[in-house]
Each structure stands twice: as structure tokens, then as C-alpha cells.
């Protein structure tokens, strides 16, 4: 059974760090890109990070560019999403997904499996 599962989360003052990360079981790393994708209230779920299956190739959306770094360890078959600098406007549901995909562009419907998302709250 493929299964995601986020941690990591919580409440951060604006400036702080967390460090996001998505334990992956029932399935190898080595053949799945992994997406961060982050959902405020009364907004759509928007792209976040990604990094391809070798590790090799990483995309970041605008907003969080030299602010949030994606890494991979496939041996603990696990991704993290470090974000620093955090800002009240990157509180969000974050959750992480699995697709058989390229990192050009970070949508949704391009990744099969996803987690159950954890919360991420910048605020003083």
C-alpha cells in the first residue's frame, strides 16, 4: 500500500524555520518525483516544490525561492522541504505527492499519491 505521511508542522513566529518532512512506505523512492504543494483557507492548492526522481533536478515556485530548500534521501525513503524565512503568507496545509512525472511545472493533477497534509502557522 503506497502511503505519504507529513510531519514536521506547526506554529512558527514570521522569520522563523521548520523543517517539512514525507516519509514515504509501500513503494521505492528511485522511480517518483516528489511535490510540495501547500492549500490556505478559501484558495487552491498551489505548487510549492518539487524534486525528481535522481534528486538531480529541483523547482521552486516564485514565492518561496532562496527561502525553501527540497531534498531527498531515498535510502530512509524520505523528502524535506527546509523553509526558512518564513513569512505570515506561507501558512498553509502543506502536503507532499508522488507522481511519475518531471519537475517542469508543479501542479496537482500531474501526481497520484499524496499524503494527508500537515498545518504551518507564521504567525506572532
Known amino acids: 500500500q503506497l502511503q505519504l505521511v507529513e510531519s514536521g508542522g506547526g506554529l512558527v513566529q514570521p522569520g522563523g524555520s521548520l523543517r517539512l518532512s514525507c516519509a514515504v512506505s509501500g513503494f521505492t523512492l528511485d522511480y517518483y518525483a516528489i511535490g510540495w504543494f501547500r492549500q490556505a483557507p478559501g484558495k487552491e492548492r498551489e505548487g510549492v516544490s518539487c524534486?525528481?526522481?535522481?534528486?538531480?533536478?529541483?523547482k521552486y515556485a516564485d514565492s518561496v525561492k532562496g527561502r525553501f530548500t527540497i531534498s531527498r534521501d531515498n535510502d530512509k525513503n524520505t523528502v524535506y522541504l527546509q523553509m526558512n524565512s518564513l513569512k505570515p503568507e506561507d501558512t498553509a496545509v502543506y502536503y507532499c505527492?508522488?507522481?511519475?512525472?518531471?519537475?517542469?511545472?508543479?501542479?496537482?493533477?500531474?501526481?497520484?499519491?499524496w499524503g494527508q497534509g500537515t498545518q504551518v502557522t507564521v504567525s506572532s
Open positions: 505527492a508522488a507522481g511519475r512525472v518531471g519537475c517542469g511545472v508543479v501542479v496537482p493533477w500531474k501526481y497520484d499519491y
Open positions: 524534486i525528481s526522481s535522481s534528486g538531480g533536478s529541483t
